[in-house]
């Protein structure tokens, strides 16, 4: 595959980039733009399992939900809002039934854009069914009823299609649970960088055929299954340190969505996305403070530091005292992107990107490398050597090592085991070889016991 | 760029609460005196493959029964590195570098007597029908065969008969499944009906993201597991005699 | 009742009011400061309506949800926490429910702080049971049990003690239908003044006695009544422009339990609080973009401006993707202290207090009188007649409608209705009289045909 | 301090969508020919007691029968009131407020013709037992009097029992209650039961802050009313015929 590599930073300074603002922003649905000068809440919802028991059931459900945020919206007077819909399993497997949805909530939409003049857009993003009960298969059968999917959903009213993609998964999570880095290393840098280059060449011709956008992916089956695995500060699941690892590694994967045609926004749980930024100038979506609903993290604030979107991941529909969850929420986090675009009206923005992103940049190493002078910097890390994907990825995993490493020697403050761990990883990553061909050969022969790893996945 | 002095806005809590003493500090007390032994055990925490092995064939140069080994030498280091883990020490993946290891071990020690190694007994794990997510059945799967367990594992996404089957072939004294969404967990609940059908009365502990306890609580054979590191304790209490009733009283979470 | 009221403003200058920061702070609990220079989440829950069923399930309840919110604070990093327990009946009505409850809460509490350090205080509310299915009873038999109830919280662990009176309210329910101003002026700055005036006395000689701190009242049953009825900008069973005034007599009348011997922090559905801080000075709970769960509004960044704790109202306890509900409010409002606390920190306050009031100083004319700069001059006009409380009650209405329509011709867009409402209550209002007594006796009288309305619970 | 145009943060839709015509123009369009019946009309739009007996006693002088007014003049004043309410022109204080000043004109009415007044029909209103919020029952009671039906009012706090006996004793068309907390709902199964029991289908129209369609849907005569204003359709649904399965079908809310 001969894509075109990103060698150098889209932008010249880290302190050029702020929330609302891109490179290269976004027009989409009924006039709405992103990272064009303002921020939008991306408001993001799970049907009740009752719903999914049939596909008119689930039309139903999708419909009180896009009704319920939007008259939300303009009850209290937002001027815009992006859905987001991550389809469950059946929506995909059935791409009809992806397609009625995405019709149905588009067409809600478009009555209050017409009645009231709210701008907004719709992101459907399909699940990724390429997962098997032995072991993933990723090129096969279910690769096509895949694409099918977001073919029916570009062409029946998904203005923007993402996916979270599963690419090197079962290789990770054996890895990550024995703090073996060059099996993260591998499974993320180079399974999973193969996979998203795959397949978002395809889905960037959906797109394009459709004239939708091909907004971007997450490596939330890796780096965040690696967030969440570490925890909170008192869990002993994983060393924040070592999460610190997958997630730099996350940043290289996820970009060459863009440089297989992906242009954004890059989806909310990429916690990576600062660091993609940096290199692509893309807009961004992000979650924090906004997404408690769906999980906790360690970067309320910082997440919201150059967001584009402001997203609550993932809520279940249902009642709560103040309306239903989705205008809970949506309430919530449009109310934060008021106070973000109002700071930038006032002349503000980047006091309050600094203040965003102070609150955490040392609540936490996986913070801390976040804060966008420090993405920056492994954005830079990444970019010289862009046409490399192992040794991008290598530098990206070194670099933001030794940001925690000077962090710690500053304001950082890590605890004994955290310093020892990070130690024991510098040491590891700086042991493995620089060649590109023979870390895949170690790292592929290594799997050949490993009875749920496929190297045909990869175009092995 | 703006900066600040973090302490006057947050408090890194697990800095604060770090105990004095290193992991090594502390295991280095625990330690069995025995210099064969100790080696052993200490291979095992540190985790190293080829160490335990080379510090096991020691031990048999030096005159010691290699199945003796496996309770005396591998499961003591273990042990300490379970303690360790459950005082804060150390964190979960030391524990499964330790509990490879020492499997590792206890293979070199089988080959070596020549004999078979008596299991504590035997479980059953699977994830539940429907879900492909088994990091959960992973890391339990290793735990328990940490402890001297014997799991046969059965993957993912495994349909209730099969569930059924393989209890009824392996009797196990314990079935353990995850669950990572709310929409497949109602297997739990045709799994424990099928076992009450057949008169199979094993202890079924449910854990995984979507579940729990009041979800497990509505099943008689169902225990609710909040932790990997929890599920050898329930096996553990099985082999000490407890029954379903005296198990979910002892590991009931309100 | 010889009370000594306010006849002049704490704050010299409304420039001088900030979140986190108050003339009279508060020290409570274990280590926590309000109002001192810092702010802190103050974290609301009801319990599920089957742990209702017994005074063991209700136990058990809140020990759940003590632990959950504290265990939260300590994963993420949050130096400091209040939780508020709001009683469900049975607690105030079996006094030595709440009492354990309180005690268990206290437990929990102090072993988070032994083991962490983490600053927590605790506040009660008891519910006002003085309705009765025929009328209010307010001191009566039901009087005696509210107060026994407040003994056994502050003596068993409850550090702070509030309440949401109901005096006025069944006069106040049949005038705000109606658009009756005069009504409305009379059953929140008459009878309510009279009835929070009397049961704060009371409340502050208990907690002086039992060395807790007598918080503070808010116009819930009223005032907050009329913020619901309005609802959203494109509701109408109530003009905003008439709520505005029910917000404006809250305040002279939720003042008057600091009056009564009451000192803050002031409870957090009283929106009114801005209000009543530039007059007394005291740390006051606010609540809007985090308490979405429980309500909407129309000021949810707004309502951050002075305040100093932060808090989501109200939410059952129960199982979200990211925890219990408890957990995932508590952190998200911890993060936005957390931003409001790296702002103090950073020198930024002001300039974040002016963005939050300017989100929504014009989304809508509640939040227009609310800005900080427009609640002192509110202030000041019910502190130039302090000690009349009709005049100080109708001076805050008139003002209130005078900011209104001068903010009307200028950046606050008003409705053709809105315009023609507000013209009617400005009219309607300066047609009443400006003798007390004749407005006590007017209405009085028009009263005495209300088979609800007994001048007895008033002291009449 | 700050400022901004909050054009470029916010948007007032209320003011971006309101209609072109006032009130008052809306209304003069719709306002009877006739002028006696004019003047009783729009007093009733003014929600103005005293213009209402007035036009009405000046309608008596110039030969109109007291008890038609009813029907003809204020019910017709009402009408127009209430379609401006429906079409987003008014708010609902001044739909109540004509409510109040028309009860007043009927009152007038019969006292002046000294004959009964047909009610359209009659309904029982209540609030539940443990619940004594009653803003939504006030309401609602006044609309529909202003609909011209007879309400018996029970008040807040009712028990079932009491309910029922009001039910007997009253025969109803309908009976609306409403509830403001999940804790006091279940107030409204009881009451479906015993009616049901009793063999008495009168539909129960439930609403209030707690109250969701799924809840309503459980129960064999339930209606769920979201809107206190969508009460007195229901009632006019009933007397043109409606039974209890037509309604549901009408008044579903998705
Ligand atoms: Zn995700
Ligand atoms: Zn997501
Ligand atoms: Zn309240």
Redesign the interface.
């Given at each position: 595959m001969s894509l075109k590599r990103y060698n150098k930073m889209a932008y010249d300074d880290f302190?050029d980039m702020v929330f609302g603002h891109s490179i290269y922003p976004i027009k989409t649905g009924f006039d709405l733009e992103i990272g064009a000068g303002?921020t939008s809440a991306e408001v993001n919802y799970?049907p009740r399992?009752a719903a999914?028991e049939s596909k008119e059931k689930l039309i139903?459900e999708y419909?009180?939900i896009t009704t319920d945020v939007l008259q939300?919206m303009?009850?209290?007077?937002?001027?815009s809002v992006v859905l987001e819909t991550e389809h469950?399993q059946q929506m995909t497997v059935n791409p009809s039934w992806g397609a009625e949805i995405a019709h149905e909530q588009k067409t809600i939409m478009e009555e209050f854009y017409d009645?009231?003049?709210?701008k907004c857009a719709l992101r459907h993003t399909p699940a990724d069914i390429r997962?098997?009960?032995?072991a993933l298969d990723l090129r096969g059968d279910s690769y096509c009823l895949l694409l099918e999917s977001f073919e029916e959903v570009a062409s029946n009213g998904a203005d923007m299609l993402s996916i979270e993609s599963l690419g090197g998964k079962s290789v990770f999570?054996?890895s990550?649970?024995?703090?073996d880095l060059s099996g993260v290393l591998f499974s993320i840098g180079i399974l999973g960088t193969l996979d998203v280059e795959f397949i978002w060449e395809d889905i960037s011709k959906i797109a394009k055929k459709h004239d939708v956008v091909a907004a971007g992916d997450t490596d939330c089956a890796q780096a965040n299954?690696a967030m969440f695995?570490a925890?909170?500060?008192?869990?002993?699941?994983?060393?924040h340190t070592?999460a610190v690892v997958a997630r730099a590694v996350s940043a290289p994967r996820s970009l060459a969505a863009y440089e297989a045609g992906a242009v954004g926004p890059g989806k909310d749980c990429g916690y990576e996305n600062t660091i993609i930024k940096a290199i692509a100038g893309v807009p961004i979506s992000q979650e924090?403070?906004?997404?408690?609903?769906?999980?906790?993290d360690?970067m309320?604030?910082l997440a919201m530091q150059c967001c584009d979107l402001w997203s609550n991941e993932?809520?279940?529909y249902r009642?709560?005292?103040?309306?239903t969850s989705v205008?809970?929420?949506g309430?919530?986090l449009s109310?934060?992107c008021?106070?973000m675009?109002?700071?930038i009206?006032?002349g503000?923005a980047k006091?309050?990107r600094?203040?965003?992103?102070?609150?955490?940049?040392?609540?936490?190493p996986q913070a801390f490398i976040l804060a966008f002078?420090n993405a920056y910097r492994i954005g830079e890390s990444i970019v010289k050597d862009g046409n490399d994907i192992y040794l991008r990825a290598k530098n990206a995993a070194i670099e933001a090592c030794n940001i925690v490493d000077e962090g710690s020697r500053g304001?950082l403050?890590?605890?004994?085991?955290?310093k020892?761990?990070l130690a024991k990883a510098i040491k590891s990553l700086h042991s493995l070889t620089d060649e590109k061909d023979v870390f895949i050969e170690e790292n592929l022969n290594k799997l050949s016991t490993m009875e749920s790893f496929r190297p045909e996945n990869y175009g092995y | 760029?703006?900066?600040?002095?973090?302490q006057r806005?947050?408090t890194?809590?697990?800095?604060k609460?770090?105990k004095e003493m290193?992991?090594e500090e502390v295991a280095e007390k625990l330690f069995p005196v025995e210099v064969n032994i100790r080696e052993v055990a200490k291979a095992v925490f540190e985790g190293d493959e080829d160490e335990v092995v080379e510090s096991i064939q020691n031990a048999i140069n030096n005159g010691l029964d290699p199945l003796s080994l496996i309770n005396n030498a591998l499961m003591v280091g273990m042990e300490i590195v379970s303690t360790l883990?459950d005082d804060?020490v150390?964190?979960?993946?030391?524990v499964?570098?330790s509990a490879?290891a020492m499997i590792e071990g206890i293979e070199y020690c089988k080959e070596r007597s020549g004999q078979e190694h008596e299991y504590k007994g035997k479980i059953v794990s699977y994830v539940v029908e429907g879900d492909?997510h088994?990091?959960g059945k992973?890391?339990v799967t290793?735990l328990l065969r940490a402890k001297g367990y014997e799991v046969v594992d059965l993957?993912?996404?495994v349909c209730v008969e099969e569930v059924i089957a393989a209890v009824k072939r392996e009797k196990p004294i314990m079935l353990t499944g995850t669950s990572l969404m709310?929409?497949t967990m109602v297997g739990f609940q045709d799994v424990n009906s099928r076992l009450l059908e057949s008169d199979i009365n094993v202890p079924v502990v449910c854990g995984g993201g979507a579940v729990t306890q009041d979800f497990v609580s509505q099943y008689e054979l169902g225990l609710y597991c909040e932790e990997a590191s929890d599920v050898p304790k329930i096996a553990d209490a099985i082999i000490n005699g407890l029954n379903i009733g005296q198990l979910m009283k002892e590991f009931h979470k309100h």
């Open positions: 302190e303002y799970a399992p999914g139903t419909q009180k939300r303009v009850q209290v007077g937002f001027p469950v009645e009231y003049g709210i997962g098997g009960k032995e999570d054996s990550i649970i024995r703090n299954t695995i925890g909170g500060l008192l869990d002993r699941k994983l060393a070592l924090g403070k906004g997404s408690t609903c769906a999980h906790s360690v309320g604030n993932s809520v279940e009642g709560e005292f103040g309306g205008q809970c929420w309430e919530t109310y934060d008021s106070m675009n109002t700071a009206e006032a503000y006091v309050f600094d203040v965003f992103m102070v609150s955490d940049r040392y609540r936490d002078d304001q403050e890590l605890s004994r085991f955290e020892a761990s | 760029m703006i900066d600040i002095n973090p806005i947050l890194r809590y697990n800095v609460v770090e290193t992991p883990y804060g150390l964190y979960l993946p030391d499964i570098i490879q492909i088994d990091i992973k890391i290793v993957g993912k996404d709310t929409t």
